[in-house]
């Protein structure tokens, strides 16, 4: 069964460094959604890309954020420098039709994020 | 603006019992779409059941069948004959036809009981 796949599943990293994540959507999926979940909260969402392009990005802390998805598959979360804040896991997840009939979401296990 | 609220943090339930959790939700829009997710314990995120706006019937999937309110706006869960496996954290979302944005609630962590 196609899924969602993240990497790295765990980081911890000391405050001012860079961090990465890695993110591949179930094949064919043009929609593809950064959310940020802090504990014992619901996702928020930081970027969403439709193929290559940025749909929405209001949320994003740009400033320190990046996210890119080069040739519509793939996508990389940038975060430089981290803070403390940033402490929260990184769930990424796409969709097929999603926009269009309401469809339906899919998730991969997210990066947990540690920041000291 | 558009919001969704769980006002349960937390719900218990025993082993092949029925439960309910509660979603409210915020809009001006007349089309939309409800969902409930699922997120077990170090595990992904997975739709459990999905709810049309205009549709008056009430989506049911196996053992999950929600109850949507729409004059209320409100979109409940309910699980019935509860399992072990079923002990997660649930999300209500929403999301406006036509757009790509998904608002989710807080959560309700349930724990079933054995």
């Known amino acids: 069964e196609a899924e969602v796949a993240q990497s790295p599943r765990y980081k911890i990293t000391e405050k001012s460094q860079a961090v990465a994540f890695w993110c591949d959507p179930i094949?064919?999926?043009?929609?593809l959604y950064w959310y940020r979940q802090i504990l014992g909260q619901g996702p928020e969402l930081l970027v969403q890309?439709?193929?290559?392009?940025?749909?929405?990005d209001s949320q994003l802390p740009k400033d320190r954020f990046s996210a890119e998805r080069l040739k519509g598959v793939d996508s990389t979360l940038k975060i430089q420098p981290a803070e403390l804040g940033d402490s929260a896991m990184y769930l990424c997840?796409?969709?097929?039709?999603?926009?269009?009939?309401?469809?339906?979401?899919?998730f991969g296990e997210g990066s947990r994020l540690t920041v000291l | 603006a558009q919001t969704v609220t769980q006002s349960q943090p937390e719900m218990s339930v025993q082993e092949a019992e029925t439960v309910t959790l509660s979603c409210t939700y915020d809009?001006?829009?007349?089309?939309?779409?409800l969902f409930w997710y699922k997120q077990p314990p170090s595990r992904q995120m997975i739709l459990v059941i999905r709810?049309?706006?205009?549709?008056?019937q009430n989506a049911t999937e196996n053992r999950f069948s929600v109850n949507f309110q729409k004059a209320a706006k409100s979109f409940s869960l309910k699980i019935s004959d509860s399992q072990l496996g079923d002990a997660a954290m649930y999300f209500c979302?929403?999301?406006?036809?036509?757009?790509?944005?998904?608002?989710f609630g807080t959560g309700t962590r349930l724990k079933v009981l054995a």
């Open positions: 997840a796409s969709s097929q039709l999603a926009g269009v009939l309401g469809g339906e979401l899919f």
């Open positions: 094949s064919g999926h043009a929609t």
């Open positions: 890309f439709q193929d290559e392009s940025v749909v929405d």
């Open positions: 809009t001006s829009e007349s089309d939309y779409y």
């Open positions: 709810q049309e706006a205009y549709k008056q």
């Open positions: 979302a929403y999301n406006p036809s036509g757009t790509y944005k998904y608002i």
